[in-house]
């Protein structure tokens, strides 16, 4: 295993397709309540549509050689995206700046994990997010059944706020 680390431009984001579509089908897999909602979620209608309304992106791929393996995708955007038809994912109130950041997508191949890969790209996403002074609100999404990603980041600082969507989500948040 040879494992290096690569910044994804925003346009070169279709090479993440295929493993974007796998986290897809990993989140319905674990998930009890309201697993239909993953039939509707793939690379066309949660990647692409997240990467053009978002202010700043960060993906972050990890290659074995020259194939990717992982990728984490962080964003920010304005607070008033995460309140509308589909959920109100938070209190806006309870968060006084315009802008929050938020850790998206994380997945990396089965055969890579518990390898420390995940640690590296959830750090420097963390890095990333951190050097904007205005941002002082991170949120992360964990879909339901999905208890190792919980353990993943609580083990890394963030704390479980509510569920939303009769336990669909669960919102963690850094404060
Ligand atoms: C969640 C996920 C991204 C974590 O990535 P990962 O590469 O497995 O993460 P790491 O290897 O850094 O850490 C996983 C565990 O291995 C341990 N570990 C870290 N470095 C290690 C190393 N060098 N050798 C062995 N174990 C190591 C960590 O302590 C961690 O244990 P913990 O969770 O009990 O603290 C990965 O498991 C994954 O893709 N899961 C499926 C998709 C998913 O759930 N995505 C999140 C959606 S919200």
Same mark, same amino acid.
């Given at each position: 295993?040879?494992?290096?680390?690569?910044? #994804?431009?925003?346009?070169?984001?279709?090479?993440?397709?295929? @493993?974007?579509? $796998?986290?897809? &089908?990993?989140?319905?897999?674990?998930?009890?309540?309201?697993?239909? @909602?993953?039939?509707?979620?793939?690379?066309? *209608?949660?990647? #692409?549509? +997240?990467?053009?309304? /978002?202010?700043?992106?960060?993906?972050?791929? /990890?290659?074995?050689? =020259? $194939?990717?393996?992982?990728?984490?995708?962080?964003?920010?955007?304005?607070? $008033?995206?995460? +309140? !509308?038809?589909? /959920?109100?994912?938070?209190?806006?109130?309870?968060?006084? =700046? $315009?802008?929050?950041?938020? @850790?998206?997508?994380?997945?990396?191949?089965?055969?890579?994990? !518990?390898?420390?890969?995940?640690?590296?790209?959830?750090?420097?996403?963390?890095?990333?997010? +951190?050097?904007?002074? &205005?941002?002082?609100?991170?949120?992360?999404?964990?879909? =339901?059944?999905?208890?190792?990603? @919980?353990?993943?980041?609580?083990?890394?600082?963030?704390?479980?706020?509510?569920?939303?969507?009769?336990?669909?989500? *669960?919102?963690?948040?850094? *404060?």
């Amino acid at each position: 295993m040879s494992i290096h680390y690569e910044v #994804i431009s925003d346009d070169d984001i279709s090479c993440l397709k295929d @493993l974007c579509n $796998e986290l897809m &089908s990993y989140q319905k897999s674990k998930s009890t309540i309201h697993s239909e @909602l993953f039939d509707s979620m793939s690379f066309e *209608t949660r990647m #692409i549509p +997240s990467v053009k309304s /978002a202010k700043k992106n960060y993906i972050l791929v /990890a290659k074995d050689d =020259n $194939e990717i393996v992982g990728y984490v995708y962080s964003n920010i955007s304005s607070k $008033e995206t995460y +309140s !509308n038809v589909f /959920a109100t994912f938070f209190d806006l109130d309870s968060v006084k =700046n $315009e802008d929050v950041g938020c @850790l998206s997508q994380f997945y990396i191949r089965e055969e890579y994990r !518990n390898s420390g890969i995940g640690s590296v790209l959830f750090n420097r996403s963390m890095d990333w997010l +951190s050097s904007f002074k &205005s941002i002082k609100d991170l949120f992360i999404f964990v879909s =339901n059944g999905n208890d190792n990603a @919980l353990k993943f980041y609580q083990g890394k600082g963030f704390k479980v706020s509510h569920q939303i969507l009769d336990g669909f989500i *669960t919102v963690l948040r850094n *404060t």
